[in-house]
């Protein structure tokens, strides 16, 4: 047995439901729903669209400002200022190695134990 969705309505609340908003909203909505409910909703998602999209536009508009065309002086001035590449020097930095200042050494063996050398 299973139990309907339908709000049990006397007779006289029924007449006085069927007479408010709700009820011919409700009644003309079971005759034609996407007339008075898909459209709306549809009318609602695109007007929302396109008042979003100026918020939207704020964040291209920033990264915008950011990214500039540069003079040719700009460039001359970049190109001298620029530090000598060395491969090395690099690899050490990217490694973290560059900062610190360490020395590979060995560890001693105890007396008697081979040296695993091949």
Do not use: H
């Not at 029924?14 to 709306?40: E, I």
């Amino acid at each position: 047995m299973s139990f309907s969705g339908k709000k049990f309505r006397s007779r006289r609340q029924q007449l006085a439901y069927d007479l408010s908003f709700a009820g011919r909203y409700q009644k003309r909505m079971n005759k034609n729903p996407f007339l008075y409910f898909g459209l709306p909703f549809c009318g609602l998602i695109t007007l929302a669209s396109f008042w979003l999209s100026s918020f939207t536009a704020v964040k291209y508009e920033q990264q915008d400002r950011k990214i500039q065309e540069m003079n040719e002086e700009d460039l001359v001035k970049m190109k001298n200022n620029q530090r000598q590449f060395d491969m090395k020097e690099e690899y050490y930095r990217l490694q973290g190695l560059a900062d610190q200042d360490w020395e590979q050494v060995r560890v001693p063996r105890r007396k008697g134990e081979s040296e695993n050398v091949w």
